[in-house]
């Protein structure tokens, strides 16, 4: 099993940069495909980006591409998610997710929250204006 605990969430102003973490436990991470996810209340949990489990490979949301750079260390058991250019629309509560599936998928099966098997407990993010 795989369990995941975001940090890095805050309150900062919009332009401003803000770099969360997805701090994972179990000796599989380094097999996990790793992705975030963002969610505001009354609305469906919204694809972010995702990086394959070497970190050779990644897909963005065309919201934040440019401004959003996901990475990860393997060594640390850790995928990151950083996020320059803020914008008050990019409020959210943003989650880590991992998908165990071992070979690299098309966008479409990444951008669906159903792909995932493991999830984190999300961190607050709020960009003001």
């Known amino acids: 099993q795989v369990q995941l605990v975001e940090s890095g969430g805050g309150l900062v102003q919009a332009g401003g940069s803000l770099r969360l973490s997805c701090a994972a436990s179990?000796?599989?991470?380094?097999?996990?495909?790793m992705g975030w996810f963002r969610q505001v209340p009354g609305k469906e949990r919204e694809f972010v980006s995702v990086?394959?489990?070497?970190?050779?490979?990644?897909y963005y949301a065309d919201s934040v591409k440019g401004r959003f750079t996901i990475s990860r260390d393997n060594a640390k058991n850790t995928v990151y998610l950083l996020m320059n250019s803020l914008k008050p629309e990019d409020t959210a509560v943003y989650y880590c997710?991992?998908?165990?599936?071992?070979?690299?998928?098309?966008?479409?099966?990444?951008?669906?929250?159903?792909?995932?098997?493991?999830w984190g407990q999300g961190t607050q993010v709020t960009v003001s204006s």
């Open positions: 179990g000796r599989t991470f380094s097999s996990v495909h």
């Open positions: 997710a991992g998908d165990s599936f071992p070979l690299w998928r098309q966008y479409s099966y990444y951008s669906s929250h159903t792909s995932y098997e493991y």
């Open positions: 990086i394959n489990r070497s970190g050779g490979s990644t």
